[in-house]
């Protein structure tokens, strides 16, 4: 075979060699590629979005928690117009408020000593009492407290001891008492302020004494003093209920010393027996001083409390709604009604 032949004949080896690979090269369908599943990232703004929505810690403002939810519709599962899920929003108010209307000598009082007054409020809520105002509280300078409701039972004490805030100090006691319960000065002293003012203690009282200290008496359903009036140990202040930042009826009481608040536990004459040991015990420490009995002097019949002007107005408000109410028919009423079967209605129809 002479050497071109050969030659040609070695290409021809070579395309058949070949020929099949580059074909299915060229012409076969290519394999589709599958995507890498890529996580999300703060980048994205979709899910930026959603999880600004979903996620965010900052408590709402009045204005947008006063609309969220209707005070009896279900928080957990309310929905808005759009069909986004709404915030569960913890609802409360200091409201409504039923305090007395200032007059007479007390009133004078409390203008000439600047009480009654917000300023007059967050100052013993962050110092020490006026001079002044511990003057003309008189009466006996007390080393112990009465306990301020009668039957009153132990819900909470002082310290760190919020179950879902451990990391916020309770400042005072929570005793729990059914709505309407007397509440009663636990010593001797001025009312320095007895309104609804200061934003989660609702109806609040707040009484200086003698010798400093200042007790507050929060979430009441009705205060029975006005600021400038002279209160004595048992006397009646307030009325249970439930205003302000509250999952029940109680009040919330506190002991301020010196511009700080202290625990009063050790202190109440005539509580429960739990809070009788606490302060039996401090006493044989050397603590405080020893417990005393209580008397009825401590305790005086209260004569009944005629309705707040609020409450009057809301129940005349409730008996015209009721007097203009339409009239049932007799089938709401329970009024017996006539079963009418399928035979008489079959012989009413051949009638």
Known sequence: MSPSRRMVALACVVVLALGPLTVSTAWADPSPTEERAVPPTDSDPIVHEEAERTLD????????????????????TARTGTGERRRHVFRWSDGPRRVPSPRGVSMQRAQEL????????????????DEAWTRAARGRRPDRLLWPIDEGRWVRGFGYVRTTRPD????????????????????DGIVAYSDNGIRGYGNLVMIVHANG????????????????????????????????????????FELWQNGHAVDPSTLFDGGPSYVERLGQR???RGDVPAPRPV??????AEAPLAPHPEERRAADARGERAVHARPREDHERGAPQRRVTRHARRDTTRS
């Not at 810690?57 to 957990?76: I, K, R």
């Not at 600047?114 to 009492?129: I, Q, V, Y």
């Not at 008397?295 to 005086?300: L, N, Y």
């Open 57 to 76: 810690p900052t408590p709402p403002t009045d204005e947008e928690s006063g609309d969220l939810v209707d005070a009896h519709e279900d928080e957990d």
């Open 114 to 129: 600047g009480l009654g007054t917000r300023e007059c409020a967050s100052r013993l809520l962050h110092g020490r009492p």
């Open 295 to 300: 008397t009825a002097a401590d305790r005086p």
């Open 213 to 252: 200290w200042m007790t507050l008496y929060a979430h009441n359903a009705r205060t029975t003093v006005q600021p400038g009036y002279r209160v004595r140990r048992g006397e009646r202040i307030a009325l249970v209920g439930t205003t302000g930042i509250t999952h029940g009826p109680h009040v919330h």
């Open 168 to 187: 916020l100090i309770h400042r005072g006691v929570d005793i729990s008492a059914p709505v309407g319960t007397v509440v009663r000065a636990a010593a």
């Open 282 to 284: 401090a006493a044989r």
